[in-house]
């Protein structure tokens, strides 16, 4: 049973550029959030996603969008890149029902 | 808002010996989960252990247990018998439990080393 599985494992883009990450949630699961991980620190809610739509949001900015697709899978959408978002970026899925199932994350670098 | 702190940022022990990692939380709230994922280089974090805060029995996986203090808002996790591939970062997290809110949030983290 595959797990989460995001896409690509790496990244580098330039500043000001646009960036499309990619999520598959776990077989079964329906809900789909990100995190943003800066090095050293413990990961920080971006948004979650649950019907195709975004139902929760942390406190990132409108650079920060998403979608949801009707097979679950999800992506991650970061406008106008800053040296700031360089970081990995985390997908789970599931609820707290079970505990959380997450991917290996998207390491994106800016520069 | 809900803040999960974590005092040790490095923890150290000896294989086969038994370690605590610490974990407090600050919440005004009563239903609640709490969780503990351990991040390896690879960096996938994966679920170690889980607690319903409305549960007053400890949770226990294994080797891996925790002390859950709910009037002191303290989540420990005991790791017993610490083997070579327990290394990794290992996160406190919390999820307030009320509908449609899966956010968690997380420590800074405890790098813990396994001494052969």
């Known amino acids: 049973d595959a797990g989460v599985t995001q896409s690509p494992t790496h990244l580098i883009k330039t500043r000001g550029q646009q960036v499309t990450l990619r999520c598959s949630p776990k077989s079964g699961h329906d809900t789909v959030s990100w995190y943003q991980q800066a090095l050293g620190q413990g990961p920080q809610f971006i948004f979650q996603y649950y019907e195709e739509e975004e139902r929760q949001r942390g406190n990132f900015p409108d650079r920060f969008s998403g979608h949801q697709f009707p097979n679950y899978s999800s992506e991650l959408n970061v406008n106008a890149l800053l040296l700031g978002d360089s970081a990995l970026y985390l997908c789970a899925s599931g609820g707290r029902n079970y505990g959380y199932t997450f991917g290996s994350g998207t390491r994106l670098t800016v520069v | 808002a809900q803040t999960v702190t974590q005092s040790q940022p490095e923890m150290s022990v000896q294989e086969a010996e038994t370690v605590t990692l610490s974990c407090t939380y600050d919440?005004?709230?009563?239903?609640?989960?709490l969780f503990w994922y351990k991040q390896p280089p690879s960096r996938q974090m994966i679920l170690v252990i889980r607690?319903?805060?409305?549960?007053?029995q400890n949770a226990t996986e294994n080797r891996f247990s925790v002390n859950f203090q709910k009037a002191a808002k303290s989540f420990s996790l005991k790791i017993s018998d610490s083997q070579l591939g327990d290394a990794a970062m290992y996160f406190c997290?919390?999820?307030?439990?009320?509908?449609?809110?899966?956010?968690?949030?997380f420590g800074t983290g405890t790098r813990l080393t396994i001494i052969p």
């Open positions: 919440t005004s709230e009563s239903d609640y989960y």
């Open positions: 997290a919390y999820n307030l439990g009320d509908f449609g809110n899966e956010k968690l949030t």
């Open positions: 607690q319903e805060a409305y549960k007053q």
